[in-house]
């Protein structure tokens, strides 16, 4: 257990137990289930209902962490709906496609009045009635309307918001602060600097103008109701990086993870030593089980997405209009982020398509794929037809191909169906470069099968194209094949290129 998590443990461990009860346990206890993994369940699933904490607490059975006593986080946000997120999420997603993600990308749109703070799992009702009191109590004068100001610096770009109905979300924030620091037996800090909306925020100094573009399409005055709404994450997994999983996965090693499509991975950069090439070390955010796993099996995540949203409070039912700077925005001068993007972007002339290698075997067959297939005297053979029928001679060891694995047959069907696609399109390749994995080198060739370019078009062997810091991380340096192993192998190979 690592030093930090220790102290974890004790601090929480230490806290003198609270009585609060919710409506939802009863039926918990009833099935047999013990009261604090019947909390955990019920917390970790946003006191929703039974059927979703009997869901979780089976799906966790094999949660080695399953009886730690660490209570969730929960952060108070203000958050607009309505045709204003819609705007946002359009700045959101065409920023990203622009500019590339930045910090902002990590949680949906909001307004942060308390940030996070750790409460026990038998008091997290108390924060909903804290929730609701103090929303009743300002519910006639919370304002009608939310004046905007945009703001932009080298590092930050977004809405401020009025000092006069500022100066009232303050005084919500505190008293929610107050009322459940004291209800709840934990400590809340209410956010007392400038209140603010971000949209971009820690990007590169060169993108500011292009986001500022962005940013002035999104129009202020457009209809928007806003919503305080409690959320919560797992304290554990604050530093890490969040991955979902694109594809099942069944394990083929006991070390190895098993996923499902849409499954959220937490992953630990700072713990990927014993991964090898292509795998990482990973806890399921479903099960909150722990093992290897196929990276391109995955897709970067964002941070609120493996976050459980509590409960929300809203002012009424009507919308609250929002204006920029306390005047009337005239909407026929309004201007979609896709009217913009449409200006922006003229018609390319030459293109580069980027794309990774094709299934492999080692993701299939887990990590020992090669010794299921080599006789006792180290000779190789095929022992599932989805393996290649034979492997390229090699000078040295066939244990090279652990380190270096091939395409199975699905990936070579793959790579040529790719290429059959880009025919059938009439895209026209005049170079291919391909990193020095034999896997890569595959790919190209039977994506160029599949183009009816093999033999024309060679593939030039660019060795910076291999992903070198994966070297450092598992301190297991492939040993790929050469040039003239790759030509004997019958691969179309640019010998000529340095």
Same mark, same amino acid.
Request: aromatic fraction near 10%.
């Given at each position: 257990?690592?030093?930090?998590?220790?102290?974890?443990?004790?601090?929480?461990?230490?806290?003198?137990?609270?009585?609060?009860?919710?409506?939802?346990?009863?039926?918990?206890?009833?099935?047999?289930?013990?009261?604090?993994?019947?909390?955990?369940?019920?917390?970790?699933?946003?006191?929703?209902?039974?059927?979703?904490?009997?869901?979780?607490?089976?799906?966790?059975?094999?949660?080695?962490?399953?009886?730690?006593?660490?209570?969730? *986080?929960?952060?108070?946000?203000?958050?607009?709906?309505?045709?204003?997120?819609?705007?946002?999420?359009?700045?959101?997603?065409?920023?990203?496609?622009?500019?590339?993600?930045?910090?902002?990308?990590?949680?949906?749109?909001?307004?942060?009045?308390?940030?996070?703070?750790?409460?026990?799992?038998?008091?997290?009702?108390?924060?909903?009635?804290?929730?609701?009191?103090?929303?009743?109590?300002?519910?006639?004068?919370?304002?009608?309307?939310?004046?905007?100001?945009?703001?932009?610096?080298?590092?930050?770009?977004?809405?401020?918001?009025?000092?006069?109905?500022?100066?009232?979300?303050?005084?919500?924030?505190?008293?929610?602060?107050?009322?459940?620091?004291?209800?709840?037996?934990?400590?809340?800090?209410?956010?007392?600097?400038?209140?603010?909306?971000?949209?971009?925020?820690?990007?590169?100094?060169?993108?500011?103008?292009?986001?500022?573009?962005?940013?002035?399409?999104?129009?202020?005055?457009?209809?928007?109701?806003?919503?305080?709404?409690?959320?919560?994450?797992?304290?554990?997994?604050?530093?890490?990086?969040?991955?979902?999983?694109?594809?099942?996965?069944?394990?083929?090693?006991?070390?190895?993870?098993?996923?499902?499509?849409?499954?959220?991975?937490?992953?630990?950069?700072?713990?990927?030593?014993?991964?090898?090439?292509?795998?990482?070390?990973?806890?399921?955010?479903?099960?909150?089980?722990?093992?290897?796993?196929?990276?391109?099996?995955?897709?970067?995540?964002?941070?609120?997405?493996?976050?459980?949203?509590?409960?929300?409070?809203?002012?009424?039912?009507?919308?609250?209009?929002?204006?920029?700077?306390?005047?009337?925005?005239?909407?026929?001068?309004?201007?979609?982020?896709?009217?913009?993007?449409?200006?922006?972007?003229?018609?390319?002339?030459?293109?580069?398509?980027?794309?990774?290698?094709?299934?492999?075997?080692?993701?299939?067959?887990?990590?020992?794929?090669?010794?299921?297939?080599?006789?006792?005297?180290?000779?190789?053979?095929?022992?599932?037809?989805?393996?290649?029928?034979?492997?390229?001679?090699?000078?040295?060891?066939?244990?090279?191909?652990?380190?270096?694995?091939?395409?199975?047959?699905?990936?070579?069907?793959?790579?040529?169906?790719?290429?059959?696609?880009?025919?059938?399109?009439?895209?026209?390749?005049?170079?291919?470069?391909?990193?020095?994995?034999?896997?890569?080198?595959?790919? @190209?060739?039977?994506?160029?099968?599949?183009?009816?370019?093999?033999?024309?078009?060679?593939?030039?062997?660019?060795?910076?194209?291999? *992903?070198?810091?994966?070297?450092? @991380?598992?301190?297991?340096?492939?040993?790929?094949?050469?040039?003239? *192993?790759?030509?004997?192998?019958?691969?179309?190979?640019?010998?000529?290129?340095?």
């Amino acid at each position: 257990m690592a030093v930090a998590e220790a102290q974890l443990y004790l601090k929480v461990s230490n806290k003198p137990r609270g009585r609060g009860t919710s409506a939802l346990l009863e039926p918990l206890l009833a099935k047999g289930f013990p009261a604090h993994l019947a909390q955990k369940a019920l917390v970790a699933t946003g006191q929703k209902t039974v059927e979703d904490a009997v869901k979780w607490l089976h799906s966790h059975c094999n949660d080695p962490s399953l009886d730690d006593p660490i209570p969730q *986080e929960y952060a108070l946000y203000l958050c607009p709906r309505g045709r204003l997120h819609s705007r946002l999420q359009d700045f959101w997603r065409e920023s990203k496609r622009q500019c590339g993600k930045n910090r902002a990308h990590e949680v949906f749109p909001h307004v942060t009045l308390c940030d996070f703070f750790t409460c026990e799992d038998q008091k997290v009702e108390f924060l909903y009635d804290v929730l609701k009191k103090v929303g009743d109590s300002f519910c006639q004068i919370f304002p009608p309307s939310i004046f905007l100001t945009l703001h932009a610096s080298p590092s930050y770009l977004g809405f401020f918001i009025d000092d006069g109905q500022a100066n009232i979300l303050k005084d919500f924030a505190v008293a929610f602060s107050t009322e459940a620091s004291a209800l709840a037996d934990c400590h809340v800090k209410p956010t007392l600097k400038q209140f603010h909306l971000t949209l971009a925020h820690r990007f590169y100094p060169h993108h500011q103008k292009t986001l500022e573009q962005l940013a002035k399409c999104i129009n202020p005055g457009e209809p928007c109701q806003w919503v305080a709404a409690l959320y919560s994450r797992d304290m554990r997994f604050v530093h890490y990086q969040r991955l979902r999983a694109l594809f099942q996965y069944k394990p083929q090693n006991i070390d190895e993870l098993m996923i499902n499509a849409g499954d959220l991975i937490y992953v630990d950069p700072r713990q990927q030593s014993e991964a090898g090439e292509g795998w990482v070390i990973g806890t399921s955010h479903r099960t909150g089980c722990r093992g290897f796993l196929p990276e391109n099996y995955t897709e970067r995540a964002h941070e609120s997405d493996t976050w459980v949203k509590h409960r929300s409070l809203t002012k009424t039912e009507k919308e609250l209009n929002v204006k920029p700077n306390g005047e009337a925005h005239n909407l026929s001068m309004s201007r979609s982020v896709t009217n913009v993007v449409s200006l922006q972007n003229a018609a390319l002339r030459r293109g580069v398509l980027v794309m990774s290698h094709g299934e492999r075997v080692d993701q299939v067959f887990g990590k020992s794929w090669l010794q299921q297939c080599l006789t006792a005297d180290g000779k190789y053979y095929r022992a599932d037809l989805n393996l290649p029928s034979s492997l390229p001679r090699q000078k040295d060891s066939m244990k090279q191909f652990e380190c270096d694995p091939p395409l199975s047959c699905c990936g070579i069907f793959q790579s040529r169906l790719i290429g059959e696609a880009l025919l059938e399109q009439e895209v026209t390749v005049s170079s291919v470069y391909s990193s020095p994995a034999l896997r890569c080198v595959q790919t @190209a060739q039977h994506v160029l099968q599949g183009l009816k370019l093999n033999q024309k078009v060679r593939i030039r062997v660019e060795p910076a194209l291999f *992903e070198w810091t994966k070297w450092e @991380a598992s301190r297991a340096i492939p040993k790929f094949m050469t040039v003239a *192993e790759l030509v004997e192998a019958s691969y179309d190979i640019d010998t000529s290129y340095r």
